[in-house]
């Protein structure tokens, strides 16, 4: 199956600094999400990005198809983005999506 | 806006009891998605439905069943529980299994433990 590989695994940053997560795939997808699971384990939804750039707010995000990555950035970053990205991708025209590792993001006042 | 329903949020279960857990997904949507997510691990898929067949299979034990209802929500039969069935157990839906636009919108979770 699809392989989904994040990096970095960790990341600590102070309050208001950027950060740029990275996922890479084995194969070429058809569907790609970021997602943030947040410390009740909740998971929200960030981008539907299978190819382009999208952004929202503080967050934007750039999936590059033809290279098999994709880059989650957070800009000015708050205490409140601590928790989870995970990125999931989607290959199979079945729907089930393959999830990453994770980041685990902590921000620190 | 409607979010996807799943219940119950929380359950305490012995070895060897069964439990089901429901999900209701998002009015319209008629693909439904179950992911299990163990401590500290990514969730992994276990199956699909769409319009009530089954689309998709994953790591689903076999002690555990699922199936899709004509209103679409679905329900997930776990039997002879095991201590390594605790985890969160996600429901997701989408607007089509088949279609290239299927993003998937993630329940609450339930978060099952087995003692």
């Known amino acids: 199956g699809i392989q989904v590989e994040q990096s970095p695994p960790d990341l600590i940053l102070q309050e208001g600094a950027n950060s740029t997560l990275r996922c890479n795939f084995s194969d070429s997808v058809n569907n790609l999400q970021w997602f943030h699971q947040n410390p009740w384990g909740q998971l929200i939804n960030l981008f539907y990005i299978p190819s382009g750039t999208k952004q929202n ?3 934007s995000a750039t999936t590059v198809a033809t290279e098999r990555y994709s880059l989650l950035y957070i800009s000015s970053s708050q205490t409140t983005d601590s928790g989870v990205y995970f990125c999931a991708v ?3 025209n079945a729907g089930k999506s393959t999830f990453g590792d994770g980041t685990t993001l902590t921000v620190k006042p | 806006a ?3 329903i799943q219940s119950p949020r929380h359950l305490i279960k012995e070895k060897r009891e069964t439990a089901t857990l429901k999900c209701y997904p998002i009015p319209r949507h008629d693909t439904v ?3 299990q997510q163990g401590p500290g691990q990514d969730p992994q898929f276990l199956i699909s439905f ?3 067949m089954q689309s998709d299979k994953g790591s689903i034990p076999d002690r555990f069943s699922a199936q899709q209802f004509s209103d679409y929500h679905s329900e997930l039969n776990m039997s002879s529980l095991e201590l390594g069935d605790s985890a969160l157990y996600f429901c997701a839906s ?4 088949t279609s290239t636009n299927n993003e998937q ?3 609450p979770g339930t978060r099952l433990t087995v003692l």
């Open chain 1, 57 to 59: 707010g503080r967050l």
């Open chain 1, 90 to 92: 989607e290959n199979t």
């Open chain 2, 2 to 4: 409607a979010g996807v």
């Open chain 2, 33 to 35: 998605y179950w992911y």
């Open chain 2, 50 to 52: 769409y319009e009530k």
């Open chain 2, 94 to 97: 989408s607007p089509t299994g």
């Open chain 2, 105 to 107: 919108f993630f329940g």
